[in-house]
């Protein structure tokens, strides 16, 4: 007797909420020259991002120097290299807090910047977030 004799699969499959796309943000604040929790977070998002979810990444902190380029104290620099264009290709929204200091090479990327009581807002209209 199969799995499926007990738990029909098209009433599993057809659920509405797991056919929906999610709106996800990925809130990154730790110091990538620290840890290499913030290159694993763009990673995920990336992830996230080639389903049909709409991913937008939030950089706090020091995490914004992920999106420049200088970038060698930077803890798995290597695979953060690797992932980088493909942010730029698929334009994922970043945002960063006003005053944040962006380089030129930054602006290869889709960047917004936002207040923090904007970024609370939108943290609380998404479907999902993910904090690092």
């Known amino acids: ?70 970038t060698e104290d930077i803890v798995d620099v290597e695979i953060l290299e690797k992932y980088l264009p493909s942010f730029k290709h698929l334009s994922v929204p970043f945002i960063v807090e006003p005053g944040t200091a962006m380089d030129t090479w930054s602006d290869n990327f889709s960047v917004a910047s936002m207040p923090a009581d904007g970024i609370r807002q939108f943290l609380r209209s998404v479907d999902r977030s993910l904090v690092f």
Not at 16 to 22: F, G, I, N, T
Not at 31 to 42: G, I, K, M, N, S
Not at 53 to 58: A, G, L, R, Y
Request: glycine share 4%.
């Open 1 to 70: 007797m199969a799995a499926t004799d007990f738990w029909p699969l098209h009433d599993i499959v057809h659920s509405a909420d797991l056919a929906m796309s999610k709106r996800i943000a990925v809130v990154i604040s730790e110091d990538p020259c620290l840890t290499a929790r913030p290159v694993e977070a763009l990673r995920i998002a990336l992830g996230l991002c080639a389903g049909d979810h709409e991913t937008t990444v939030i950089l706090l902190g020091r995490a914004p120097i992920l999106l420049m380029n200088d």
